[in-house]
C-alpha cells in the first residue's frame, strides 16, 4: 500500500527559509536502483522518456505520432498497473509522470518489455509539468493512485490533492474528461471528497455523490492486495470535468 516517508527536515531554521518555495508533495527517495533499473534508464530512455527541462509546452502530436485521447498519471511508482493500463488501452496515449529513479527505470523495462508505443514518461516535478508543459484541454483522463498520504498533522498541507492543485490541473481537463483518484488512508479519501466536492467545474461520478466501488480499469497492486488481506480499505473517486 501507500508508502509512509518520514521528514528528514527537522531544522526549524532551514524550514522557514524554505518557507518561501513551494511545498511539495513528495521526497526524493535515495533507494538503491539494480542494474537493470539504470541500464533501462540509459538504454531505454531516449526511446520513452520526454525530456522537459526547458519547461516549454509538449507537442503532444509528435511525442506520440498521433493524435488520441492523452491519460496522464502522477506518481506510478514502479509502473506495474501504469503500464497495464496503457496495454489495456491501446487507443489512448499513456504520458506517466514519476520522480523516483527506481520507478522509472522498472516502468521503462515493462514497457519495452510489451513493445508499447502508446507511453511516455516524464522524470520531473508533476507540478511544473501541469502547469507549463500542457496545454489547456489537452487531458482526457488524470490519475493519482496512493499518493503519499502525509499522515502527521504538521505534514498535511504537503498532501498533493487540495484546492490550489484542482485550480492548476482544473483548465487541462477536455470538456467530460475525469479525475481519478485512489487512497488507502481514510482521512485523505476525506479530504479528495471534499476538495472535490466544493471545487466548481466537477461532477462527481459516484450515485451517492461520496465514493465509487474499485473499478476494472485499475488493476490491483501487490501492495493493495497485501493490505486487503490485512483488511485495510482503499477509497476510488472519479470526477467529472463539466
Same mark, same amino acid.
Given at each position: ?8 527536515? +527537522? ?13 511539495? *508533495? ?8 539494480? +542494474?537493470?533499473? @539504470?541500464? #533501462? ?10 525530456? !522537459?527541462?526547458? /519547461?516549454?509546452? /509538449? ?7 498521433? =493524435? #488520441? ?16 493500463? #496503457?496495454?489495456? %488501452?491501446?487507443?489512448?496515449?499513456? /504520458?506517466?509522470?514519476? !520522480? ?30 501541469? *502547469?507549463?508543459?500542457?496545454?489547456? =484541454?489537452?487531458?482526457?483522463? /488524470? ?38 483518484? %485512489?487512497?488507502?488512508? =481514510? ?15 466537477? *461532477?462527481? &461520478?459516484?450515485?451517492?455523490? &461520496?465514493? @465509487? ?12 492486495? $497485501?493490505?486487503? $488481506? ?13
Amino acid at each position: 500500500m501507500t508508502e509512509v516517508i518520514k521528514d528528514s527536515n +527537522e531544522n526549524p531554521e532551514k524550514n522557514n527559509q524554505s518557507e518561501h518555495h513551494r511545498i511539495k *508533495s513528495f521526497v526524493v527517495r535515495a533507494g538503491r536502483m539494480t +542494474e537493470g533499473q @539504470i541500464r #533501462a534508464i540509459e538504454e531505454l530512455g531516449p526511446k520513452y522518456m520526454v525530456d !522537459v527541462e526547458d /519547461l516549454k509546452p /509538449l507537442d503532444l502530436k509528435a511525442i506520440f505520432g498521433r =493524435e #488520441a485521447p492523452l491519460v496522464v498519471e502522477i506518481g506510478f511508482g514502479m509502473g506495474v498497473s501504469f503500464v497495464q493500463m #496503457a496495454k489495456d %488501452a491501446p487507443e489512448c496515449n499513456f /504520458l506517466g509522470i514519476e !520522480v523516483h529513479p527506481p520507478g522509472v527505470g522498472s516502468a521503462l523495462k515493462l514497457i519495452e518489455e510489451n513493445q508499447l508505443t502508446n507511453v511516455k514518461v516524464i522524470k520531473f516535478d508533476a507540478f511544473e509539468v501541469l *502547469s507549463k508543459c500542457l496545454a489547456p =484541454e489537452s487531458v482526457e483522463v /488524470l490519475q493519482i493512485f496512493f499518493p503519499d498520504p502525509w499522515p502527521k498533522k504538521r505534514h498535511i498541507k504537503r498532501r498533493l490533492i487540495n484546492d490550489d492543485f484542482v485550480k492548476l490541473v482544473k483548465p487541462l481537463f477536455k470538456h467530460g474528461g475525469q479525475f481519478r483518484m %485512489a487512497t488507502d488512508w =481514510e482521512n485523505y479519501a476525506e479530504q479528495m471528497l471534499d476538495v472535490m466536492t466544493r471545487a466548481e467545474g466537477f *461532477s462527481n &461520478t459516484s450515485p451517492d455523490g &461520496t465514493y @465509487i466501488p474499485r473499478p476494472d480499469w485499475r488493476p490491483l497492486t501487490k501492495f493493495e492486495l $497485501r493490505g486487503q $488481506r490485512l483488511g485495510h480499505g482503499v477509497w476510488d473517486l472519479v470526477f467529472k470535468r463539466d
